[in-house]
């Protein structure tokens, strides 16, 4: 059994420090001047991640399944923490942002050259490629951070993402967790997830992905400073990280809110 939370927690962080370094291609691209190739290669980042977050079920069904037949399993403790799995890749994509920007620009670059994603991966993908990656390692520097303010970034935006996020990342778990709790309507609860974070998907898409390709646009063209991009995707990321502090909040009023709608309905 705890292997099994170790196995989910561990793929929860790699999904959400995947997606938040989606921002880095994005910036990689606009400092190299190679955008579209950028935005392609960031789409299949977040269709990848975003349709793992879905099959991430197989897996939680396993754990409510064992938590059934054996009482004394704390279902909701181990939620929480494959919820601070979450938090942790979220962070980590922060640490290592400025790295990813490089890393991301070179292969943006070789990705024009090669003009295939398989034929990349196999490139890219090997042990001295890996090792190369420590010679241009660093952290964000106490600087970076201090520029970090809210001002000139609506405020709107940073509250949708953290809460579409938080709403995203506690999606599965809370419909999952409601079918643990009303095993009458357990089939109707689960199979909720997907409802749920295709609505969170979509509201990414729509109030989200478009305001920062608007600025995207604006920084290629001169119209905005690249310091003020930066400054976004630092505040964008500040603020999905705290949509999944939020998911913990929202695991067991979401599981009672969906529970409740399937009692109703069926």
Request: hydrophobic share 55%.
């Amino acid at each position: 059994m705890v292997g099994s939370v170790w196995l989910v927690f561990a793929l929860t962080l790699i999904i959400h420090g995947v997606e938040t370094l989606s921002y880095a291609v994005r910036l990689a691209g606009i400092r190299t001047g190679k955008l579209a190739v950028a935005l392609s290669l960031t789409g299949i980042i977040l269709l990848i991640s975003r349709t793992s977050n879905m099959l991430q079920g197989t897996l939680f069904g396993n754990l409510i399944d064992k938590a059934k037949n054996d009482p004394d399993i704390a279902l909701g403790f181990q939620f929480h923490l494959i919820l601070i799995g979450a938090s942790v890749g979220t962070l980590a994509a922060l640490l290592v942002f400025p790295t990813m920007v490089f890393v991301a620009a070179r292969l943006i670059a070789r990705l024009e050259v090669v003009g295939s994603l398989p034929v990349l991966i196999r490139e890219s993908v090997t042990i001295d490629k890996l090792k190369s990656v420590k010679r241009v390692f660093r952290l964000p520097r106490l600087e970076m951070l201090s520029r970090l303010r809210v001002g000139g970034i609506p405020k709107r935006l940073l509250l949708m993402n953290t809460l579409v996020t938080g709403i995203y990342t506690v999606g599965v778990l809370s419909a999952l967790y409601a079918s643990y709790l009303v095993p009458e309507h357990g089939t109707s609860a689960a199979q909720s997830s997907g409802l749920i974070n295709g609505i969170a998907t979509i509201l990414l898409t729509i109030f989200i992905d478009p305001r920062v390709a608007l600025l995207s646009d604006k920084a290629m063209s001169g119209k905005v400073k690249q310091a003020e991009l930066h400054k976004m995707f630092g505040i964008l990321m500040l603020s999905r990280l705290a949509g999944t502090l939020l998911a913990q909040l929202l695991l067991l009023p979401g599981a009672e809110v969906i529970a409740f709608i399937c009692g109703l309905l069926f």
